[in-house]
């Protein structure tokens, strides 16, 4: 549903109702629409995404399909009534056991993730949940390197029956109940006559230790280990080639000018997972006619960059809590949930070029910087956002870019997200979504918003420096 993620997002793509309607004709397996995530343009009429959003739901109505939610946020029982009433059928968002209950007898279908899992299930075991029929185990956004040292739908079942989940109901949760929410029983969910199935043997169930696992008739893995050759994708040029800036970038790009014969500028400020309803000011100093960063009130300076026009466009501001405080030092990413534009945070304008420019050569993927100098790079080469090389090749680059990232001082400070904490700042990737519950955000320059600083709650925007 977030192609675009806001109305106040531009290129790279657009999926509306007539696209949805043949992706749901293309196959069975074409389960419905993941995720609703832009709920102000769903309840909005004034919103801009708002008839592009209800065309995708009413082409997944019509198909018999099932639109997944996102309430993120959304807390108070009028809103979640009204959430399930526009038919909008699960949420994976929620953090304590008391929001997962008012969701869930509310007819929302509960996804649960590992960070908040333990403490959701003791809540739910504590207030009598007999029926867990409406509860799925989610892996959303869990990284290739974690995956491969923790596992996926495995470590959600190990996590489960660790928080006193009974494994048979943890092992229902992986399988048959996300099958019947998402109306696939007559193909997947059970081993059953009939039914397509990945058999998995366990050594142990308790651990949920996995000895051997079988897909269509052959065994595919001893252990963790797959044993048959890797299919071998030709990804076609268009897969590759998703960065287009326009070319290279220089200091001068992440400028931000001042106003004549000022010593000082106001300035609006941003923080990771800044979900409150007004961004911060601060009063920062201006040399030489351009704005500076102030380390000492954590302030540094964050830049979104477009990637698909080809038209060199660069929004920045100021961002406090974050980034490298060791000087010429930048991090950028193509990974940036869920537009996927380049950011690229930095404490010198020339380390943040240097940072975007190496991310321009490679294609996409994760770029470091110190002492101005690319000093590590992480490939991904299928459209910015995966890679085709192994897990492990990719888990070793990945290894080496927390490696040099210990080698800078980062700067750190508190924000609403309690998944926000200190160090290696690789959680800023989802520090970009425009989705419930932020409101002001940097997005890349626009008509509507040509500095791109904008509320997606209310469309508002404003200057970045007065």
Not at 288 to 309: C, L, M, P, Y
Request: hydrophobic letters at 45%.
């Amino acid at each position: 549903s977030a192609v675009p993620p806001t109305a106040y997002e531009h290129g790279g793509g657009y999926l509306g109702h007539d696209e949805q309607r043949d992706f749901l004709a293309s196959s069975l397996m074409v389960a419905g629409l993941d995720e609703v995530m832009d709920w102000p343009a769903v309840w909005n009429p004034e919103n801009g995404s708002h008839d592009r959003l209800w065309g995708m739901i009413e082409a997944t109505f019509a198909a018999r399909g099932v639109v997944e939610g996102h309430a993120a946020g959304i807390r108070d029982l009028p809103t979640i009534n009204a959430f399930a009433a526009a038919g909008l059928a699960s949420d994976h968002e929620a953090w304590t056991a008391e929001e997962f209950w008012d969701k869930l007898t509310h007819g929302l279908f509960a996804e649960l993730r590992p960070h908040s899992m333990p403490d959701v299930i003791k809540g739910l075991l504590k207030r009598g949940l007999a029926d867990w029929s409406q509860i799925a185990f989610a892996t959303d956004d869990r990284s290739a390197s974690e995956t491969l040292q923790k596992g996926a739908t495995d470590y959600n079942v190990r996590l489960a029956i660790q928080s006193g989940l009974a494994p048979e109901i943890a092992i229902q949760c992986v399988t048959i109940n996300p099958a019947r929410h998402m109306r696939l029983t007559p193909w997947v969910g059970t081993i059953a006559p009939g039914r397509f199935a990945d058999v998995v043997l366990l050594s142990d169930l308790e651990s949920f230790e996995i000895a051997e696992v079988w897909a269509d008739g052959k065994q595919v893995s001893r252990g963790k280990d797959y044993i048959l050759p890797v299919p071998e994708i030709d990804w076609p040029d268009w897969a590759r080639d998703t960065v287009d800036t326009g070319g290279t970038f220089e200091a001068a790009d992440f400028a931000i000018h001042a106003e004549p014969d000022r010593k000082t500028m106001t300035a609006a400020v941003l923080r990771p997972f800044h979900w409150e309803d007004d961004f911060l000011t601060y009063e920062l100093p201006v040399t030489d006619g351009f704005v500076q960063r102030d380390t000492a009130q954590t302030i540094t300076k964050f830049a979104i960059v477009d990637r698909f026009s080809g038209k060199k466009s660069v929004s920045k501001m100021f961002w406090a809590g974050t980034g490298p405080k060791t000087p010429d030092c930048a991090l950028a990413s193509s990974l940036a949930h869920d537009k996927h534009n380049i950011w690229c945070v930095g404490s010198s304008d020339q380390a943040m070029a240097a940072a975007v420019n190496a991310l321009v050569e490679t294609g996409g993927g994760w770029a470091l910087v110190r002492d101005n100098r690319v000093v590590a790079t992480v490939r991904y080469e299928i459209a910015g956002l995966m890679s085709q090389r192994s897990a492990e090749d990719l888990d070793a680059d990945m290894q080496a870019l927390y490696a040099e990232g210990e080698k800078i001082e980062w700067m750190f400070e508190p924000s609403s997200s309690p998944r926000w904490w200190a160090g290696f700042p690789e959680r800023l990737a989802f520090a970009t979504l425009t989705c419930a519950p932020w409101r002001w955000v940097l997005v890349a320059p626009s008509d509507y918003a040509p500095e791109g600083l904008v509320n997606v709650a209310t469309g508002d925007t404003h200057r970045i420096v007065w």
